[in-house]
């Protein structure tokens, strides 16, 4: 009998364990969620005050996922001083702002370092909700895609703008 108590026992204890286990995994999740609302807070802060980042200028590569950054840069490269698929800044999904304000950020952390978000913002009076798959964690928050009205992937659209201008090149 004394064996069916301490594998009750054992049984309990593990249960316990992972339920706190559950409960940290949780409370890191929540961490995770708030900072990467944070980063898109900050990110959106310089529109208010006309310092808005820049996605191919200086402190790019604090916001953009390398695979999304590299091609921002061989967009930007290929398009030589001229205007290349991005065309426009993504994460505002404007080319000029006015009185941008924050209406909603909403994120969801798929894991501890991967996260969906969602920004609803006012622009020049207009409603704009642009989407965020982000990736980092501990703070560091980088943007792996945008999906904005009528660009369902960023990166989709510029990896098609450097082919389409490879394709145009390679015929000449």
Same mark, same amino acid.
């Given at each position: 009998m004394?064996?069916?108590w301490? @594998?009750?026992?054992g049984?309990a204890?593990?249960a /316990?364990?992972? !339920?706190?286990?559950?409960a940290?995994a949780a409370?890191?999740?929540?961490?995770e969620t $708030?900072s990467?609302?944070?980063? #898109?807070?900050a990110?959106?802060?310089?529109?208010?005050t006309? =310092?808005a *980042?820049?996605p191919t200028? $200086?402190?790019?590569?604090?916001?953009?996922?390398? *695979?999304l950054?590299?091609?921002? $840069?061989?967009d930007?490269?290929?398009?030589?001083?001229?205007?290349g698929a991005?065309d %426009?800044?993504p /994460?505002c999904a404007?080319?000029d702002?006015?009185g941008?304000? /924050?209406v909603t950020v909403s994120?969801e952390?798929?894991? *501890?370092t991967h996260a969906?978000?969602t920004v609803s913002?006012?622009? !020049? @009076?207009q409603p704009?909700?642009v989407?965020?798959?982000?990736?980092g964690?501990d703070? %560091?928050?980088?943007i792996?895609?945008?999906e904005?009205?009528g660009? *369902?992937? #960023?990166?989709?659209?510029?990896?098609?703008? !450097?082919?389409?201008i490879? =394709?145009? $090149?390679?015929?000449e």
């Open positions: 004394s064996r069916g301490r @594998g009750a026992v049984a204890l593990l /316990i364990a992972v !339920i706190a286990g559950g940290g409370a890191a999740g929540v961490q $708030r990467a609302a944070g980063f #898109l807070r990110l959106y802060a310089g529109y208010a006309g =310092k *980042p820049s200028g $200086r402190g790019a590569e604090r916001l953009f996922a390398p *695979p950054l590299a091609l921002i $840069r061989a930007e490269a290929l398009a030589g001083g001229e205007v991005l %426009h800044d /994460i404007c080319q702002y006015q941008l304000r /924050i994120v952390a798929d894991q *501890p969906r978000a913002f006012i622009n !020049i @009076g704009v909700t989407r965020f798959v982000l990736t964690g703070g %560091h928050w980088r792996v895609d945008i904005e009205p660009v *369902p992937s #960023l990166r989709k659209m510029l990896a098609d703008g !450097i082919a389409e490879a =394709k145009e $090149r390679a015929a």
